[in-house]
């Protein structure tokens, strides 16, 4: 199908590439500046050839590769985007000395293109790649709204630790009742009518308070929160700044979910049948995910994700710990780890997972992750073999994973 393959090795302000042909002879190389200038010389170079012949392949360099790919793209030429992990496993297969060149890596990387074009997916302009920067700003939006309620449990704890242990102090109506009174001290001086008022916000939607005004009064009442004007008002605070963000997010996700309906993905219908995945949730996932097909097993996906165990070695003694490696993608796995916690709510099969790890004494955190790692599992067989979830799926998925 190709004829000739250019390989391009990316860096923050410049490129160098590599275009080769069938039998892999270098036919032209250099190392460009990232201008539009450069970006057109290129183009014109290679406008002798015919875009079909032509197969551009460069690594996912983070935000680097963006701009040249989008050129590529507009010059309606066959572009397809790597994972590095693979170029560097390529490389070293390869009997080439190790001494790194940015030159040398650009033609390894065009190699790599001729010799696995058959499996490479091509990249389109409405690819899920396109939404990525989204998707990454949603993620350090949510990891601040995190922050944000870890000082929040923090400061309640002082000003009216005893709401924090008896009901969820980030419901609408819990957070609508502190940001007009954000501890014991005001609490105790509000009629019971008004704390009802304040804790019926949620009531539109046919939501009753976890929490009784009165139950309230009288836990303000007989708490042994401290006086401190000066953390009730940064309270407050935390409380409107948590408000905005959360709008922000939402705004995110109305753009993504407006993607997903304009242009139709397959993967992501297949996500979304698992209940407790939307639609938002799914394109994120699969934008930091890639393509599947880079991934031979689910294990490999785990350990991509970072969810996989931490492995202490010391000479011949090798221990498992209980936490996790946290050497992968830190975006998929702040996603996959919102969408496992959605799974212990609204999906069965899932959630009897859950409880089944936590009545073995595994704590919230190492139950949730359990969760997460089967997700992963379910996830890559549903992906391999295009099916679509089913209550009896999650069971033969383990099974076809390893496969």
Same mark, same amino acid.
């Given at each position: 199908?190709?004829?000739?393959?250019?390989?391009?090795?990316?860096?923050?302000?410049?490129?160098?590439?590599?275009?080769?042909?069938?039998?892999?002879?270098?036919?032209?190389?250099?190392?460009?500046?990232?201008?539009?200038?450069?970006?057109?010389? @290129?183009?014109?170079?290679?406008?002798?050839?015919?875009?079909?012949?032509?197969?551009?392949?460069?690594?996912?360099?983070?935000?680097?590769?963006?701009?040249?790919?989008?050129?590529?793209?507009?010059?309606?030429?066959?572009?397809?985007?790597?994972?590095?992990?693979?170029?560097?496993?390529?490389?070293?297969?390869?009997?080439?000395?190790?001494?790194?060149?940015?030159?040398?890596?650009?033609?390894?990387?065009?190699?790599?293109?001729?010799?696995?074009?058959?499996?490479?997916?091509?990249?389109?302009? =409405?690819?899920?790649?396109?939404?990525?920067?989204?998707?990454?700003?949603?993620?350090?939006?949510?990891?601040?709204?995190?922050?944000?309620?870890?000082?929040?449990?923090?400061?309640?704890?002082?000003?009216?630790?005893?709401?924090?242990?008896?009901?969820?102090?980030?419901?609408? =109506?819990?957070?609508? @009742?502190?940001?007009?009174?954000?501890?014991?001290?005001?609490?105790?001086?509000?009629?019971?009518?008004?704390?009802?008022?304040?804790?019926?916000?949620?009531?539109?939607?046919?939501?009753?308070?976890?929490?009784?005004?009165?139950?309230?009064?009288?836990?303000?009442?007989?708490?042994?929160?401290?006086?401190?004007?000066?953390?009730?008002?940064?309270?407050?605070?935390?409380?409107?700044?948590?408000?905005?963000?959360?709008?922000?997010?939402?705004?995110?996700?109305?753009?993504?979910?407006?993607?997903?309906?304009?242009?139709?993905?397959?993967?992501?219908?297949?996500?979304?049948?698992?209940?407790?995945?939307?639609?938002?949730?799914?394109?994120?996932?699969?934008?930091?995910?890639?393509?599947?097909?880079?991934?031979?097993?689910?294990?490999?996906?785990?350990?991509?994700?970072?969810?996989?165990?931490?492995?202490?070695?010391?000479?011949?003694?090798?221990?498992?710990?209980?936490?996790?490696?946290?050497?992968?993608?830190?975006?998929?796995?702040?996603?996959?780890?919102?969408?496992?916690?959605?799974?212990?709510?609204?999906?069965?099969?899932?959630?009897?997972?859950?409880?089944?790890?936590?009545?073995?004494?595994?704590?919230?955190?190492?139950?949730?992750?359990?969760?997460?790692?089967?997700?992963?599992?379910?996830?890559?067989?549903?992906?391999?073999?295009?099916?679509?979830?089913?209550?009896?799926?999650?069971? @033969?998925?383990?099974?076809?994973?390893?496969?």
């Amino acid at each position: 199908m190709y004829k000739y393959f250019l390989g391009i090795d990316i860096s923050k302000d410049s490129f160098d590439f590599c275009f080769t042909d069938e039998s892999e002879k270098v036919l032209h190389k250099d190392h460009y500046l990232m201008d539009i200038d450069n970006f057109t010389n @290129l183009a014109n170079y290679l406008a002798s050839f015919s875009n079909d012949e032509i197969l551009i392949v460069m690594e996912a360099t983070g935000i680097y590769h963006l701009n040249l790919l989008s050129f590529f793209l507009e010059q309606g030429l066959n572009v397809s985007v790597v994972n590095p992990l693979f170029i560097h496993a390529f490389t070293k297969s390869m009997t080439i000395r190790k001494t790194k060149t940015d030159s040398k890596d650009a033609l390894i990387i065009s190699i790599f293109a001729k010799r696995n074009y058959s499996s490479l997916k091509l990249s389109k302009s =409405s690819d899920l790649e396109t939404i990525k920067p989204i998707v990454r700003e949603k993620d350090k939006l949510t990891a601040q709204i995190s922050a944000i309620k870890t000082d929040m449990k923090s400061i309640v704890n002082q000003l009216f630790p005893e709401m924090l242990k008896n009901t969820n102090i980030f419901t609408k =109506s819990s957070l609508n @009742l502190l940001l007009q009174a954000p501890s014991k001290r005001v609490i105790r001086n509000l009629k019971e009518k008004k704390i009802a008022k304040l804790l019926s916000c949620d009531n539109a939607k046919g939501k009753k308070p976890s929490i009784t005004a009165n139950e309230i009064l009288s836990l303000a009442k007989n708490s042994i929160g401290i006086n401190n004007p000066s953390l009730e008002k940064i309270l407050i605070s935390k409380i409107k700044q948590m408000s905005f963000i959360q709008t922000q997010i939402d705004e995110y996700n109305e753009i993504i979910e407006k993607f997903v309906d304009e242009y139709h993905n397959n993967d992501i219908d297949l996500l979304t049948s698992i209940d407790g995945v939307g639609k938002s949730s799914a394109a994120s996932f699969l934008t930091e995910l890639g393509d599947i097909n880079n991934f031979a097993t689910h294990k490999q996906l785990i350990a991509f994700v970072g969810t996989d165990p931490t492995i202490y070695q010391s000479g011949t003694s090798v221990n498992v710990k209980g936490s996790i490696s946290k050497r992968g993608n830190s975006h998929l796995r702040r996603i996959l780890w919102h969408m496992a916690r959605a799974a212990t709510v609204w999906n069965t099969t899932l959630k009897a997972y859950y409880d089944k790890k936590r009545s073995e004494g595994k704590t919230f955190k190492q139950s949730v992750i359990a969760v997460a790692n089967k997700l992963i599992r379910i996830i890559f067989s549903m992906l391999k073999n295009n099916t679509k979830f089913d209550v009896n799926f999650s069971k @033969l998925a383990i099974k076809s994973a390893s496969i």
